[in-house]
């Protein structure tokens, strides 16, 4: 019999970091709440959940690198948005911190999740902050939870 590992959907005793950015915070605060709710549905009580508010998404990665590396959390969920704008700028902040919470992963072994929108508009980045098309913020909740799991059993 092939031995198979699955996370289950169960926060344990696991620590969740979240770091959130401030920037297009009308929608960030929307992915925190889904994370913290998805979080606490599955068990987390509020001595399991930290949460670092930083400055923009280009500021995730610093933060999600310092928890991630203190040993002290089983996950750094990441949140953001990022919209683009008339400029070149949003590609630049895509490109830095797709690679940045990539890089959490590789240098810690602890999972850093991207939940981070990157969107053309306001209105999909809504839409993914608790309105058509779910909650991104509870989605990455949702991983985290699966990876700590998963993790615990490899
Ligand atoms: N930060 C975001 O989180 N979202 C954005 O859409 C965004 N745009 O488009 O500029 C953004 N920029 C700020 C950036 O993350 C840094 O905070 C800033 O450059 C200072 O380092």
């Known amino acids: 019999m092939i031995n198979e590992i699955k996370g289950q959907l169960v926060a344990g005793k696991g620590k969740y970091a979240i770091v959130v950015s401030r920037f297009n915070e009308f929608i960030t605060s929307k992915l925190l709440g889904g994370a913290v709710d998805c979080l606490q549905r599955h068990g987390a009580s509020d001595d399991q959940i930290t949460v670092v508010w930083v400055p923009g998404a280009i500021e995730i990665t610093v933060a999600a690198k310092r928890l991630a590396s203190s040993g002290n959390y089983s996950a ?15 590609d630049y902040v895509c490109q830095q911190i797709s690679r940045g919470v990539g890089q959490v992963n590789y240098d810690t072994s602890v ?35 699966e990876m700590v799991n998963v993790l615990e059993q490899i």
Do not use: W
């Not at 981070?116 to 909650?135: F, M, P, S």
């Open 111 to 145: 999972p850093a999740i991207f939940g981070i929108l990157t969107c053309d508009t306001i209105e999909q980045a809504v839409e993914r902050a608790g309105t058509k098309h779910g909650n991104a913020g509870a989605s990455a909740a949702m991983s985290a939870i």
């Open 76 to 90: 750094v969920i990441c949140l953001g948005a990022v919209i683009r704008g008339q400029t070149s700028h949003y």
